[in-house]
Structure formats: structure tokens, C-alpha cells
């Protein structure tokens, strides 16, 4: 994208986040019970993921388009764009302790009877959907709105701070849980941290 300050457009800002609350939002709070509740744990965990995927596919799909009409394209949002080993060292390393933290509170506190170890179909396939998730939300949680705020002139950490309480808005606001908005703007924080380090890629952070 052109580095050089334009014109204080907040507009798609405030269009994906908004799309964000409302679409995605709710499979965090009351989505997720439900899905629970209807469809058993493993179920439930099958259908939200399911929703999340194609959620987080069609934004993704929305935003590169706009992007394109633009000028810009997928390496410019950091898509595939070059990093430091430094970086992608340190986001695998927390990759390991973060899914290490998830299977655990899983296993205590969603289905104790889980086994962390299986292979079964509806694993193989949270897993292939966890992938795409992962790419579509970073992609436009980084890699769109931190380099449209760097274009309005805003600075790093301003590019930080406002995509990281964006991304625990959308995660908390359903919920009304002080507690999980401050934890998802604390992990936001990080991958953004991980993507500034590595030079603006989402290698690192989607790793």
C-alpha cells in the first residue's frame, strides 16, 4: 500500500467492525451456548467453527476485494510478504505455549472427558477450518487495518492498540465479559506485536 498520509477515511474501519459485532460477535457469546446446548459438545464445537469459517472467509474476501479496487494488493496487506526468522521463531514458540493453554482449559472446563491425542474427522476438520479462521481474521484484523491506519498517518501503536481493541470487541461485546476483552486485546496486542516485528507479514502471525 502507499505509505504516504491520505484523508482520515475511518469508514472501512468502522464498516468491518461493525460487521465484525455483529455477524461474528455472536458466536462468541450466545451463538456458541446455543450450539452447545442443541448439538452436544462436540456437535456445537463442530457447527461454530463451521460458522466462523465461512464467516471470516466472506469478510476476507470482501476486504481483499476493496482493497483491490484500491490499487492494493495481497502482499501489500502482508500476505506473503518478507519477515524475519526472528519473528516467526518467536510466534511459533508462543504458538506451542498458546495451544498448550487451550487444550488444557478445554479439557478442564468444556469436556473433561476429551483426549487431547485423538484423530477423529470432526478434529481433522476444526483443525483445517482453525487454518482458514486464522488467516481470514489476521488478515484483516493486521494485515488490513493496521496498514489502513498506517496510510492515514496513524502510528505504530496506534495501528496496535486500535486493531487489538477492535479484535477484543468483537470477541467480548456478546458476552459483556470485562475480563475476556481484556484478554483479547492483551493477545491482539501480541500478534500485533508479532507483525510489526516481522516486518509487516502475517508469516509470523498467522504461524
Not at 197 to 204: D, K, V
Amino acid at each position: 500500500m502507499n505509505d504516504r498520509p491520505t484523508a482520515n477515511n475511518w469508514t472501512p474501519i468502522i464498516v468491518l467492525t461493525a460487521l465484525l459485532v455483529v455477524f461474528v460477535g455472536p458466536i462468541f457469546g450466545p451463538g456458541a451456548s446455543y450450539a452447545k446446548e442443541a448439538l452436544g459438545v462436540r456437535g456445537g464445537a463442530g457447527l461454530v467453527v463451521c460458522l466462523f469459517t465461512v464467516l471470516f472467509a466472506v469478510l476476507a474476501a470482501g476486504t481483499i476485494r476493496w482493497v483491490r479496487t484500491q490499487g492494493g494488493s495481497l502482499t501489500e496487506l502482508g500476505w506473503g510478504a518478507p519477515t524475519r526468522t526472528s519473528a516467526v521463531i518467536g510466534a511459533v514458540l508462543f504458538g506451542v505455549f498458546w495451544a498448550a493453554f487451550n487444550i488444557m482449559g478445554y479439557v478442564h472446563q468444556v469436556d473433561s472427558t476429551a483426549n487431547p491425542m485423538e484423530l477423529s474427522l470432526l478434529r481433522v476438520g476444526t483443525a483445517i477450518g482453525g487454518v482458514i479462521i486464522a488467516c481470514c481474521e489476521d488478515l484483516v484484523g493486521r494485515g488490513f487495518i493496521m496498514n489502513h491506519l498506517k496510510k492515514m498517518g496513524r502510528g505504530t501503536w496506534a495501528q496496535a492498540l486500535i486493531s487489538s481493541a477492535i479484535f477484543a470487541l468483537y470477541h467480548s461485546v456478546w458476552t459483556l465479559s470485562v475480563a475476556g476483552f481484556i484478554m483479547g486485546f492483551v493477545l491482539a496486542l501480541i500478534l500485533a506485536g508479532f507483525f510489526v516485528w516481522g516486518r509487516r507479514s502475517l508469516t509470523p502471525v498467522v504461524v
